[in-house]
């Protein structure tokens, strides 16, 4: 056998590891359950407990799952007192969470008109991310976290006002804070999350100029490295459950 041969043979070998590994690391993600916890964890580190009441799940499914995603990194855990915390492995597992719900979207018109159900397209931004952050670093514009209070404070963007919507009554704290001549851009946890959108419809219903957006905290906190985005010096004031 030659050298060039030799040398093809591990160029062959190494190309069918690769393969091989990408394939088990997309297996991971063929399951509804594991995307939905990944999706969840991208917000915040979360228990076994949080995660089995937040998918519905038993805890014992859970773990199965946490485990499968553990060994093939895509999440990591930390001991906390007697609990142990999930989390995301890197950043890059949620950048692949969103592209699959973007493919899903480009490739299937199932998927856009189960999108469409979640969130109305007359309220979606249209706007590139960059252009909306602009405005509100200018105050041409509003920007609202309505997620948990846990999740804003484990993944914040700083440009945003956080009002965590649980309720009724929270929906009108998020009107008392929005201007009136002024657009308003709401978000929660991505593309599937309708907290937004029904925050967002509620504030159209009295008078406010609202949409809700796409993105998550992370996306809009760590815009595209070649999207400039320039910050305030002081961060917006946050309102919770304590500020009433």
């Not at 799952?65 to 949620?94: D, F, I, M």
Request: aromatic share 2%; with cysteine; proline share 5%.
């Amino acid at each position: 056998m030659t050298k060039q041969s030799a040398q093809e043979r591990k160029v062959g070998e190494s190309r069918e590891l690769l393969n091989s590994y990408l394939a088990n690391t997309a297996l991971m993600l063929s399951t509804p359950v594991r995307l939905v916890i990944l999706s969840t964890l991208v917000q915040s580190p979360r228990t076994v407990e949080e995660l089995a009441d937040l998918t519905g799940q038993s805890m014992a499914n859970v773990s199965q799952h946490l485990a499968k995603l553990k060994n093939a990194r895509l999440v990591e855990s930390e001991k906390k007192g007697v609990q142990r915390l999930y989390a995301l492995a890197s950043p890059t597992v949620q950048k692949v969470v969103v592209a699959l719900q973007e493919l899903a979207r480009e490739i299937s018109a199932e998927v856009v008109k189960a999108e469409d159900t979640l969130v109305a397209p007359e309220l979606r931004a249209t706007e590139p991310l960059a252009d909306i952050l602009a405005d509100v670093v200018q105050q041409r514009a509003a920007l609202i976290d309505v997620r948990t209070s846990k999740e804003q404070s484990a993944t914040p963007v700083n440009l945003a006002l956080q009002i965590p919507v649980e309720s009724e009554t929270d929906l009108e704290k998020v009107l008392q804070a929005t201007p009136k001549d002024k657009p308003v851009y709401v978000f929660c946890r991505g593309a599937y999350c309708i907290t937004a959108s029904r925050t967002a419809e509620f504030l159209r219903s009295q008078g406010r100029q609202a949409w809700c957006l796409r993105e998550t905290a992370l996306e809009i906190e760590r815009p595209h490295e070649n999207e400039t985005v320039i910050k305030p010096k002081k961060n917006r004031t946050s309102i919770t459950e304590s500020d009433e």
